[in-house]
């Protein structure tokens, strides 16, 4: 089943405002409301969604105030606030726009399918992600793997944790179990902090 976007904006569309939404446990749990729901549909490429106008202007803004180039009072909810217009509402393209005409056709046909299609809903999770990283200090596990449920592989915690932090020391953990090093790699990616020697856990 695929998602309509009417159906995304009546779920979440001032969903922040209303509830006041402005903190980082708050924001966590109204992402993970978000990234459930997404997840329950299915999602299909649609050559159509142009990444032009007003949305990719959203887009950039919310890059911008998360990597520290843009600043703006109450980050958390401004941000939020983007997000929400960028899930819940329609596109335009601006007429300075290059190819002005086709990408305004081509746009005009992706809205009024109505349908969220596959490159819109990566979109939305990259903010997500990047909201999460830069401004909640929650590393990304919002794809497919809940770090909570243990359904992480060893592979795919160290992969998340080169991710990261840009390596993974596997020295600390010679002989180690593989719950011991999923256990600590969770615990870290939770925490931000690297482990290190000093860490009087690691079995090595």
């Not at 000093?198 to 079995?203: L, P």
């Given at each position: 089943m695929e998602?309509?976007?009417k159906d995304l904006a009546d779920k979440f569309s001032g969903y922040h405002i209303k509830n006041n939404i402005n903190d980082v446990e708050s924001a966590n749990n109204y992402l993970d409301s978000i990234i459930e729901y997404l997840n329950f549909f299915e999602y299909k490429s649609n050559d159509n969604f142009v990444f032009l106008g007003r949305k990719k202007f959203?887009?950039?803004e919310i890059v911008d105030i998360l990597n520290g180039k843009t600043n703006v009072d109450k980050p958390i909810y401004f941000v939020l606030g983007s997000l929400d217009e960028f899930m819940c509402n329609s596109n335009f393209i601006y007429p300075s726009e290059d190819d002005y005409m086709n990408n305004r056709e081509k746009n005009d046909k992706y809205m009024a399918d109505g349908n969220i299609c596959l490159e819109e809903k990566n979109c939305i999770t990259n903010i997500i992600n990047l909201m999460r990283e830069k401004l909640l200090n929650k590393t990304d596990y919002t794809n497919e793997k809940d770090l909570t449920t243990?359904?992480?592989?060893?592979?795919e915690a160290i992969k998340l944790y080169v991710e990261k932090f840009g390596g993974y020391p596997e020295y600390l953990f010679m002989?180690?179990?593989e719950e011991t090093i999923k256990n600590k790699i969770i615990e870290a990616l939770k925490s931000?902090?690297?482990i290190t020697a000093?860490?009087?856990?690691?079995?090595y």
């Open positions: 998602l309509k976007r959203i887009y950039d243990g359904d992480l592989t060893k592979e002989g180690a179990s931000g902090k690297e000093e860490d009087k856990d690691v079995d």
